[in-house]
């Protein structure tokens, strides 16, 4: 095996092709496999997906390596998913998304603690970065895995609902500040992000625009 592959007990992000984006920790590499058991279960939704198209991405010495194959799961939605590489690992970039800066009340959960609200400061598809000056750092420090739900001001809003995402908190920015990676979005959710951040653009720039003449 290459050296560059990921290794017992690391943490690792998978896209899944009609399940969306999540994150997992490895539990075993057989051959050119990688067994993974996710952060979140998928269900029995994924036992119909058959062996769909699937993305491995995880951090090295070097930096993000990535993976092309397609995922096999146990068909008992356990969350445990054979992932089967199709090619070596490439050392790349992960994907940047636009990054706007908005105010959104996101409700944030974590486990063993109540809900709260914590207003954002700015948004992506991959991500957000929150306000803590309000309730403090203690109820979220770094490595805290959290669940958050997004109202958007958008077209969806009403007949999908807000944006659901699963998440880690991975830096502090030193002044009341703390962002967070989605580690698991749906596909769809994160299609809306894209087109919500998109918009918000456009709006700021005309704003500007208006300023400025």
């Not at 954002?120 to 979220?140: C, K, M, Q």
């Amino acid at each position: 095996m290459s050296d560059k592959l990921v290794t017992p007990g690391q943490r690792v992000a998978l896209t899944i092709r009609g399940l969306g984006s999540t994150s997992g920790n490895v539990d075993a590499l057989v051959d050119d496999s990688v067994m993974i058991t996710l952060v979140v279960a998928p269900g029995q939704e994924a036992t119909v997906l058959g062996d769909p198209d699937a993305v491995l991405e995880y951090p090295a010495n070097r930096g993000m390596y990535r993976q092309e194959g397609f995922a096999r799961f146990d068909g008992a939605g356990s969350g445990a998913v054979r992932f089967v590489s199709r090619e070596e690992p490439k050392l790349v970039q992960r994907r940047d998304f636009a990054r706007v800066d908005v105010r959104i009340p996101v409700e944030i959960a974590v486990q063993n603690s109540s809900k709260f609200i914590a207003d954002t400061l700015n948004i992506s598809a991959n991500g957000l970065l929150i306000e803590t000056s309000l309730f403090g750092t203690d109820r979220l420090r770094l490595g805290t895995f959290l669940w958050m739900t997004i109202p958007l001001d958008d077209p969806e809003q009403e007949t999908e609902g807000p944006i659901e995402a699963r998440g880690t908190a991975v830096r502090d920015t030193g002044n009341g500040a703390l962002g967070i990676r989605f580690d698991h979005i749906s596909e769809k959710h994160q299609e809306r992000l894209v087109r919500f951040v998109f918009r918000m653009e456009v709006e700021q720039r005309k704003r500007e625009q208006q300023i400025d003449g």
